[in-house]
């Protein structure tokens, strides 16, 4: 690579550092994984990253101009991920920063948890959600609330009468989205927080 060429890099990782920021960049052309493991990291780690609120990040899957055919089979991986997360709320928007990296705009945690799950499309095996009576106080006291905002948002004049229902829906949801061997908990109160700035 001629020396122009490495600076021509180096300035472009500069820059997207600062708008993305370093927690917010996933290169996965460092590590050379197989299509199986870019994908799976990929979708953990967007899912992480909006329980924690971020609301773009950067994934850089490689162009592929070493692959067979020129064409980067991550890449093509990646792609089809970010399409299945759009659909399931995770993702709003997304566009090709460079040829071989997409900037994401997350979507809310709200869309997340109110996505209805295509007929099509297999519920992802997860851990299964812990009853109401296993949660911490704190953790407890946010999702009633949320799931009040819900009902209200929905109408709803007795709330009462829907309330555990509606709390162990948010649950289920949010359980479903954090990814696989995250802290539950300390997963479940980001998630909430989140969930509750957005909620109306």
Known sequence: MSPSRKSDLHLHRAFDTVRFGAANILNLRESLPTVAEATRRAESWIRQRQVEGAAEVLVVSGRGKGSEGGVSTVR??????????RRRGVID?????TAGSFSIQLAPVRSMIDAPRRRREPRRQVAVAPPLAGLSKTTRNMLRDLAERSLDSLGVKETSKFLEAEMLRQLSAI????????????GLRAALRNALDQAP
């Open 76 to 85: 093509e991986g990646i792609i089809r991920l970010v399409l299945s997360l």
């Open 93 to 97: 928007r997304y566009e090709e920063h």
């Open 175 to 186: 359980n479903a989205a954090l990814p696989e061997g995250a802290n539950r908990d300390a």
